[in-house]
């Protein structure tokens, strides 16, 4: 009896010491800052909290900027405001623009102007430069499905002349999941050729969900968070948690194109012109094989939206010269566009909204 406790003492002992071995080994190979990390690689309880700060539940479109937020206390670290219906404020303090009617903004981070000043997205500059209105209703985070579905939801309401759609790869691969950043979302299946909404009206999510034992105690260990990833059960790891994403299906460029078809809709339905804007993450000037699959991407559903007759503008000539010129800094800061590239995007649009008159 005694003999059979202690060899299983000693394989127990093995087996820890052959796991902390493991674990050492994983760090040591990680070859990042990340595997050097202590804290649980599951759970984020700060980025929840971090969310509803800004942001608050919204049952199409998963959740918009919280009305009446303003400041620094975002994942972003720079002074944000939202106003009525989750648009961005700028030009606070100045006499408000007089000319009418406005225009709308709608897209992702990149639209709404991440990492950049209130005054400082394309949109403010925009707004600058004409002494006009621009609503500018970018959500971070969100697929293009939610940003046509937004724009829907904002068009009759404001009666803009032109709704400028600002597009990213990343948007159309989001269109593919109905599970995005931890929280289920609006999207589109394709029957009979037709788009379906599905997932929606959305209940409202828990503002602070919290993982179960198991995790709280495996999500310390980067040799589980690594083993977990490469086994492909991220799913079940990520669960209930900002990381979680869970596709629906495996055709978001599929979706793109026909969304096109309701911001034709709109068009026609309001009398708006509407607009595609085609940005570019920081990503596409990194490394040469992300550049042409951004470009490839962003261009098909361009190709699409030019098919319905709706405009298009593309930014990437413009801003492949400025980071040829200036480097990638002098466009981008963290993964979006710092002042100077949103200038150059409003530039863009502005030259180009000059061109039709």
């Not at 493991?22 to 969310?51: P, T």
């Not at 404020?89 to 000043?117: C, N, W, Y």
């Not at 990381?243 to 034709?264: N, S, T």
Request: glycine fraction near 10%; include cysteine; charge should be negative.
């Amino acid at each position: 009896m005694r003999d059979a406790l202690v060899n299983s003492a000693v394989l127990l002992v093995s087996v820890v010491v052959g796991l902390i071995g493991c674990e050492i080994g994983v760090r040591l190979l990680s070859g990042s800052d990340r595997g050097w990390e202590f804290h649980n690689y599951v759970a984020d309880q700060g980025q929840w909290v971090g969310r509803w700060r800004t942001m608050r539940p919204d049952p199409l479109l998963g959740y918009i900027p919280r009305d009446g937020y303003s400041g620094s206390d975002n994942g972003y670290h720079v002074h944000i405001t939202y106003g009525a219906d989750g648009f961005r404020l700028h030009r606070q303090g100045k006499p408000p623009s007089t000319m009418e009617p406005p225009i709308l903004v709608v897209g992702d981070s990149f639209a709404m102007g991440a990492e950049v000043g209130d005054d400082e997205s394309w949109a403010a500059y925009m707004e600058e430069a004409l002494d006009r209105r621009v609503l500018t209703g970018g959500v971070p985070g969100y697929g293009i499905d939610q940003v046509v579905l937004r724009a829907e939801s904002l068009i009759g309401k404001y009666r803009p002349d032109t709704l400028i759609v600002g597009l990213i790869a990343d948007d159309v691969e989001r269109a593919r999941m109905r599970i995005l950043w931890g929280m289920p979302k609006p999207y589109f299946e394709i029957e009979d050729g037709k788009l379906v909404l599905r997932n929606v009206p959305l209940s409202a999510p828990d503002p602070n969900p919290r993982v179960d034992l198991l995790r709280r105690v495996l999500g310390y260990s980067y040799l589980m968070d690594v083993a977990v990833r490469r086994l492909g059960h991220e799913a079940w790891w990520w669960r209930g948690q900002p990381g979680h994403i869970e596709p629906a299906h495996d055709y978001g460029d599929k979706v793109a194109c026909l969304l096109m078809d309701r911001l034709a809709a709109l068009r026609d339905q309001h009398k708006t012109r509407v607009v595609l804007v085609a940005q570019y993450s920081i990503q596409a000037w990194e490394a040469e094989h992300l550049r042409r699959h951004e470009v490839a991407v962003v261009r098909a559903v361009a190709d699409c939206a030019r098919v319905r007759g709706i405009d298009t503008i593309d930014t990437y000539a413009a801003v492949a010269e400025a980071v040829r010129a200036h480097g990638i800094a002098g466009s981008y800061t963290g993964i979006h566009m710092n002042p100077a590239g949103n200038r150059l995007t409003a530039r863009l649009i502005l030259d180009w909204l000059e061109a039709q008159k």
